[in-house]
């Protein structure tokens, strides 16, 4: 069962949750998009999806009791729960906001977004300013090629970071490139001084705490893996016969979930030097037999 996540909340003197109202399987409660600063001029964290006339009505209210406007929006990445409402943002609130999204680093798998948008390309480490807030930019690949996360950079919340779908407040999250994700997470744990504002789920206040949790229970999970397929005659398997034996105790219509899972620790273990694949067969590189 999941927490029940208001509409609205002021999570901190310059940090206001405003939820994306679309619940489901993905998205859990919801995209949580922050409008981030203390004057007039504020930043938007992600921009719900496309066509939400309740976001955008929650957001317009929330921009008129705060009597502000946003002069900034950070993507947090491609995933249309979070830039798929981008223009209706714009376009119900100031359309010549700057919209700071890091380019896709080959060809995108979305539309471009319209000419008349105001777009700056982020670069990791980049800070990005509006009145009474600070955000630095982390580069944080692996649930998307595009993936960044927010470091708030001093006041009451100096430390807290706005992670996409990096790390969730509830559940854990998926991943494109695990070797890219875990890299992505080593990051987070050097930088993290406390709170987490996930794109999904509960504000996580004890945020090293959690994101060393995910780590701990990827490299779990891949050293089952990597055990198993060492124990396979000539250490050698596929993933489709591994997947029997490590998810043994899993549904067999699971099975071709969990192989997806699978084929990503095995792809982290090749890149790591671990395995090797040859036509789809997995094998232990001889060094790591010892």
Request: net charge negative; charged share 20%.
């Amino acid at each position: 069962m999941l927490s029940k996540i208001p509409a609205v909340e002021r999570l901190s003197a310059r940090i206001i949750r405003i939820l994306g109202c679309n619940p489901g399987p993905m998205t859990l409660q919801g995209t949580n998009t922050y409008l981030v600063g203390t004057g007039k001029r504020r930043l938007l964290v992600d921009a719900g999806e496309q066509d939400n006339k309740a976001y955008i009505s929650s957001l317009i209210n929330v921009l008129k009791e705060q009597e502000a406007e946003i002069s900034d929006v950070i993507i947090t990445h491609w995933h249309q729960d979070h830039l798929g409402g981008l223009c209706d943002v714009l376009n119900a609130t100031n359309k010549s906001a700057l919209v700071h999204q890091f380019p896709y680093p080959d060809t995108a798998p979305y539309d471009p977004l319209p000419d008349w948008v105001n777009l700056k390309a982020l670069n990791h480490l980049d800070q990005v300013s509006v009145p009474g807030a600070t955000l630095r930019v982390h580069y944080t690949p692996g649930h998307t090629p595009d993936h960044v996360c927010l470091e708030v950079v001093g006041g009451e919340d100096d430390g807290a970071l706005f992670t996409g779908d990096c790390v969730l407040g509830e559940s854990t999250a998926v991943f494109e490139d695990l070797y890219d994700y875990m890299n992505s997470l080593k990051i987070l744990l050097s930088v993290s001084k406390g709170t987490l504002y996930p794109g999904h789920g509960e504000v996580i206040t004890n945020g090293a705490e959690r994101v060393q949790q995910y780590i701990d229970h990827r490299n779990a999970r891949e050293q089952q893996i990597f055990e198993t397929l060492l124990a396979m005659p000539n250490s050698t398997s596929t993933a489709s016969e591994l997947v029997k034996i490590v998810y043994k105790d899993t549904p067999s219509r699971l099975h071709m979930a969990a192989e997806c899972n699978l084929r990503l620790h095995l792809g982290k273990l090749v890149k790591d030097g671990r395995v090797r694949c040859i036509d789809d067969t997995f094998s232990v590189v001889a060094s790591n037999k010892l």
